[in-house]
């Protein structure tokens, strides 16, 4: 019989690389990481060379911060039940279910957007990355720069997120869509054969 306390050191001990890759492969520093976390610099970088043992407390953080389960950052065993569990995020009354788990690269989900009321205000903003998306029903309004779209199911869009943008529905049904998310200069490469 395997001793429990040998299994999780051993556990605990695989999770500093994973620590270290997750972070290489979305190119962030170690003080990026820190101030999103709220952990020290120092303690992350122990954490990841392996000089100190991970706590609950310092692994949440990190998992939110590299978009991974928990489990996955642990390396926990397979249950050997195939289903995978999509945990859908609410922000500003939308919901959002996330379809990849990497960190960094391409981030898709399908996004539920309520229908828009009379009176919305429109507020655009902008941030670093790249926006791809896909109506799966219903309409969408894009107001994009000073260009203000109407797109209907099958229709799609594409653009650098440094240009003020606001994504809504019309005032006639909510609408689901397809949503990839890339940082700067990482575009989605669409092929069509003719």
């Known amino acids: 019989m395997a001793d429990p306390l040998t299994d999780t050191d051993s556990v605990l001990a695989a999770v500093g690389p994973r620590l270290r890759t997750l972070r290489t492969r979305r190119e962030a520093t170690l003080t990026e990481v820190s101030d999103a976390t709220g952990i020290s610099v120092s303690t992350l970088s122990r954490l990841e060379s392996g000089q100190r043992k991970p ?5 949440l953080p ?21 289903r995978i569990t999509l945990r859908p995020i609410d922000r500003h009354g939308r919901t959002y279910l996330p379809l990849t788990r990497r960190a960094g690269g391409l981030q898709a989900y399908k996004v539920v957007i309520p229908t828009a009321s009379p009176g919305d205000r429109v507020t655009t903003g902008s941030h670093e990355g790249y926006e791809w998306l896909y109506v799966l029903d219903g309409r ?6 000073d260009r203000d779209l109407e797109l209907a199911p099958g229709e799609a869009a594409e653009f650098d997120t440094h240009l003020p943008h606001w994504i809504g529905t019309t005032d006639r049904g909510p609408a689901e869509v ?5 940082k700067q200069g990482e575009r989605a490469h669409v092929r069509t054969d003719d």
């Open 62 to 82: 990190l998992a939110r911060e590299y978009r991974v389960a928990l489990d996955d950052l642990v390396g926990a065993p397979e249950t050997g039940d195939p």
């Open 140 to 145: 969408v309004r894009l107001v994009l720069g």
């Open 55 to 59: 706590t609950l407390e310092q692994l």
């Open 178 to 182: 397809l949503m990839l998310f890339g």
